[in-house]
């Protein structure tokens, strides 16, 4: 009686212990599916695409897509839901895109690709894809999990975005090729203004040559006579060759022949020197710029730009130079003497609208060194710009002169060339009746690297 008891008991107790054991599961069960609930619920919310595909040899079945996916591919989820994953790419099918997929699944390996992806309707259009691996306990692989996202608005963007740039790149580079040709453009548009003083300047030391050669070419005839009458006098002695001798020295005037030829040497020597030099300062100062910057003598460049210039301003003013030790700058020294040239020719022209002539005018040109720059000034007793102008007067086309002393284009491009070609600055100082500073500071080492362009 006492064992049945027992018996009984123990029977009692297991069955309680079962239906604890049974309640834990039925509540484990309830933990999973709202576990399951939620992790569908959060993949159907998300933007991104999500879906499981079972790997099987004859190709991957589609075990789970969340909303995203099917929605971009204009399915509904459980149209998906047991089809092969090949449903959701084009029949073109880039082939080496599809066999990079294939190798990287058969080799059971993460992979990211940028594929075409094709819609229910047979349209197309581009997503970013991250495939990876799912393993059992064994290491085995079963499945695989692809996350991406339609990024065909992304690629188009970029393409848009590439295709900006480029156009950006080509503009600047026409900008830049145009500027150049403005720049060069304008300079022989000055040398083509300046051409006739130039001409000048040089037909000046020509006359010198022409009329010393002359008068050496007059005394060496004069030489000859008097060399072959002293031949005379010496061959045959007679008071008739003495005479004769006598005649052709009163006539030559040998004395002035003495002194005069030696001068007439020096002035033909000079001349030639003086068209030398015109001709070297029009070859550096019109030679076409080249695009890089190279160390140069500055002092150099002024007194090349000053003998180009000299028709200009010497009628009108006396020019003074005060140029300081200067160490070589690196520059566009082409580009510079269109600033230079620019600069000195305002000032002659402001001291002829003055009124003033060269007893009166002054142009004076100066250089110095200033820290890690150096200054260039260049000044004049001129007319002076009034102070409402003085704002506009770098402005392109803006000019005050008269109709054809200008274009208003100089002091543009030569504050293009200073400031955004060599990262200097150009200032200006005037007060009308009194004349006009101009203030040139360039970095001797060059531009700043973030000024390059």
């Known amino acids: 009686m006492l064992k049945c008891a027992r018996v009984a008991s123990e029977i009692t107790a297991e069955s309680g212990s079962l239906e604890e054991r049974l309640r834990r599961i039925e509540c484990e069960r309830d933990e999973l599916r709202a576990a399951l609930e939620l992790r569908n619920c959060a993949l159907d919310a998300a933007a991104s695409h999500f879906m499981i595909t079972e790997s099987r040899q004859s190709g991957s079945r ?21 089809a092969d994953s090949s449903i959701l790419a084009p029949e073109d099918l880039n082939p080496e895109q599809l066999e990079r997929i294939a190798a990287a699944t058969r080799a ?30 064994t290491g085995k692989v079963t499945h695989y999990v692809s996350i991406g996202a339609d990024i065909t608005g992304r690629l188009a963007e970029a393409q ?13 580079r026409e900008r830049e090729r145009m500027a150049i040709e403005l720049r060069f453009a304008q300079k022989l548009e000055a040398v083509g203004q300046l051409a006739a003083g130039i001409a000048h300047e040089i037909n000046t030391p020509i006359q010198y040559v022409g009329d010393s050669l002359t008068f050496l070419q007059q005394s060496a005839e004069d030489c000859r006579r008097l060399i072959e009458a002293y031949q005379a006098s010496l061959c045959a002695p007679s008071a008739d060759a003495l005479e004769t001798l006598k005649r052709i020295e009163a006539e030559v005037d040998l004395p002035f022949l003495q002194r005069e030829v030696p001068k007439a040497f020096e002035r033909t020597l000079a001349g030639i020197a003086r068209v030398a030099e015109i001709v070297r300062a029009m070859k550096e100062f019109a030679h076409r710029d080249a695009s890089e910057q190279s160390a140069a003598d500055i002092n150099h460049a002024i007194e090349t730009t ?32 269109q600033v230079l040239l620019n600069l000195i020719v305002n000032a002659a022209h402001a001291i002829e609208a003055a009124g003033k002539d060269v007893l009166q005018g002054r142009i004076r040109v100066s250089t110095a060194v200033s820290g890690p720059f150096i200054r260039i000034t260049i000044e004049d ?29 100089g002091l543009a491009i030569a504050r293009s060339i200073v400031v955004e070609r060599h990262g200097g600055s150009i200032d200006v100082q005037s007060v009308v009746g009194v004349g006009t500073r101009f203030y040139v500071q360039l970095p001797i080492d060059g531009r700043p690297a973030e000024s390059n362009q």
């Open 160 to 172: 848009n975005r590439r295709q900006l740039q480029e156009q950006l790149v080509s503009e600047m």
């Open 108 to 137: 059971g390996e993460s992979l990211q690709v940028e594929i075409r992806a094709r819609r229910k309707d047979g349209s197309v259009f581009w997503a970013g894809v991250s495939l990876g691996p799912v393993r059992d306990a």
């Open 62 to 82: 589609i075990v789970y897509v969340n909303v995203a996916l099917a929605r971009d591919h204009g399915y509904a989820p459980e149209d998906l839901v047991g």
């Open 381 to 409: 007793n001129g007319c002076g710009i009034p102070e409402a102008h003085l704002e506009r007067i770098f402005d392109p086309f803006f000019t005050t002169k008269e109709v054809g002393k200008g274009t208003g284009q």
């Open 306 to 337: 000053l003998t180009v210039a000299r028709n200009e301003y010497k009628y009108l003013a006396e020019i003074e130079t005060c140029l300081g030790d200067l160490p070589e700058v690196v520059c566009n020294v082409g580009e510079l003497n």
